[in-house]
């Protein structure tokens, strides 16, 4: 599945894998969270910013929009209270979410198309499968990879997402994003927020360094990619059809998209230890340029912590210095 949160595991969940779709829990169907409006599953991902609902609603309040925060509150945490504290920079899916695809069943992680095309020396298409029974290479489609148990990447979010189109310029030197979570550290509305970060290798215009459109579908001698495995044709044709312009050169460019992951959301006991991310080599490593107590060294904290040690010299010399006034003091009367 290409989310890696929604997969067919979710439809029998126990309370390790969903502890509100549990079926031996609270059993929770999607349109406990979801209410549908003109037959669209509603999600504010592309266009309303998360922390914009971050007040308590009741769900029936909240319209078609439904955060954690509707039905548990922004302050849900009775016994360790400091984690209230990080409502603000990080989002709870981040903290309850530590893991996804985890019942069972394997997300696509990879998808390789360069390679798609291969086949046999006696002309039959070639598929691949691995130990579980996941298609690692398939003819028509290149090679793929799956994982199970998969730790999520980090970063800012403010719920919007932007994209690459068509008219964009791209860097092949560098892996193309090709939507990226919108928001920044200390922007006031983004919040650290966990996604599936999928990879893959995919054709490009590389004389103009822009994405293109190849035609997948289509009979033999259209030009389709699957008529006849020619990605120049494929790439040719496809941009014709949606009359784009094409220089006519094709590479193939290293991709990555963002999937914002909400669901699998485990028993509170399974959440992230303060040291998952208050460490080293912990979980946020890479969401630089902020300071994170226990991972980073701050000049300040530093200075400060020079200060302490100076104020405690120094009171040591006063009150040392005291003690000998009150010496002389005594030894002069
Ligand atoms: C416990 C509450 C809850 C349940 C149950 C739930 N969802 Fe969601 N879902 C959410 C939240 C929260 C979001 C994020 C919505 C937002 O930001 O507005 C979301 C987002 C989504 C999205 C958009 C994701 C994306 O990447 O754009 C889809 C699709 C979705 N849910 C489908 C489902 C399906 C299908 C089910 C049932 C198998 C389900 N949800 C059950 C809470 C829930
Ligand atoms: C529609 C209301 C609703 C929404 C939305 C919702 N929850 Fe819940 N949540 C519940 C209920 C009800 C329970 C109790 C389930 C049970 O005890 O079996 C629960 C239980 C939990 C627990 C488990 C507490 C424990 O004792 O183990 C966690 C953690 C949690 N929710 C986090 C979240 C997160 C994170 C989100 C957003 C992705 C979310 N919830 C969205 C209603 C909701
Ligand atoms: C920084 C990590 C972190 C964040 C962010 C976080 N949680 Fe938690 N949460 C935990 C941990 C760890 C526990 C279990 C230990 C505890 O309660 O002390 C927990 C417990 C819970 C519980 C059970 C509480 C209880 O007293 O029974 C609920 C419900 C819950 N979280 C919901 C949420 C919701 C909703 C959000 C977002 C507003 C959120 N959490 C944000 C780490 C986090
Ligand atoms: C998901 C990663 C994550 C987890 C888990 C986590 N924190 Fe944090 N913590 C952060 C981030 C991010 C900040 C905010 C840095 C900022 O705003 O500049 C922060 C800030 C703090 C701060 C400094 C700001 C303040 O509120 O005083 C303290 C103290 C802190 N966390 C303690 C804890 C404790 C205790 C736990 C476990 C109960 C915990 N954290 C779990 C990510 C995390």
Same mark, same amino acid.
């Given at each position: ?9 979710l439809?029998r969940p126990d309370k390790k894998l969903d502890i509100h779709m549990a079926v031996d829990g609270a059993d929770m ?8 409006? /003109?037959?669209? !599953? ?6 309303? =910013?998360?922390? %914009? ?9 909240? +319209? /078609?929009? &439904? ?30 979410? =530590? ?22 020396? @006696? #002309? ?30 980090? *970063? ?9 189109? &068509?008219?964009?310029? !791209? @860097? ?5 994003? &090709? /939507? ?7 922007? #006031?509305?983004?919040?650290?927020? =966990? ?9 490009? @215009?590389?004389?103009? /360094? ?23 044709? %494929? ?12 220089? +006519?050169? !094709? ?13 699998m959301v485990a028993p ?16 946020? *490593? ?6 994170? =107590? ?22 040591? &010399? ?8 009150? %010496? ?6």
């Open positions: 599945m290409k989310h890696g949160d929604l997969d067919s595991s439809l169907s999607c349109t406990a969270c979801h209410t549908t409006v /003109n037959h669209r !599953i509603s999600g504010r991902y592309y266009t309303e =910013p998360a922390p %914009a609902k971050r007040e308590l609603a009741l769900p029936k309040d909240d +319209g /078609n929009r &439904l955060a954690c925060e509707s039905c548990h509150g922004t302050r849900p945490h009775r016994k360790t209270a400091k984690l209230n504290d990080h409502a603000d920079t990080v989002a709870c899916q981040t903290c309850h979410i =530590p893991h996804f695809a985890r019942g069972g069943v394997p997300t696509k992680m990879w998808w390789d198309w360069s390679t798609a095309g291969r086949f046999a020396a @006696d #002309g039959k298409m070639i598929v691949e499968k691995d130990e579980r029974g996941m298609v690692t290479y398939h003819t028509m489609k290149g090679g793929m990879a799956w994982e199970e148990h998969v730790a999520p990447v980090y *970063a800012w979010y403010d719920g919007r997402m932007s994209y690459v189109d &068509l008219a964009d310029t !791209i @860097d092949p030197a560098t892996v193309v994003e &090709l /939507n990226r979570p919108g928001g920044a550290y200390g922007d #006031g509305s983004a919040r650290i927020f =966990p996604f599936k970060y999928y990879t893959g290798r995919q054709v490009y @215009d590389a004389g103009d /360094n822009q994405l293109v459109i190849p035609k997948l579908f289509g009979p033999k001698g259209s030009g389709a990619f699957w008529g006849g495995y020619d990605w120049q044709r %494929a790439v040719e044709v496809g941009m014709a059809e949606a009359e784009e312009k094409f220089s +006519g050169r !094709i590479g193939f460019v290293d991709t990555a998209m963002y999937w914002p992951i909400t669901h509170a006991q399974d959440a992230l230890d303060c040291d998952a991310c208050h460490a080293k080599e912990g979980r946020l *490593a890479q969401l630089t340029g902020f300071y994170l =107590p226990g991972r980073d060294r701050s000049p300040l904290v530093d200075r400060i912590g020079w200060l302490v040690v100076l104020a405690t010299v120094i009171g040591v &010399l006063i009150h040392g210095g005291g003690r000998w006034y009150a %010496a002389r003091r005594r030894g002069r009367r």
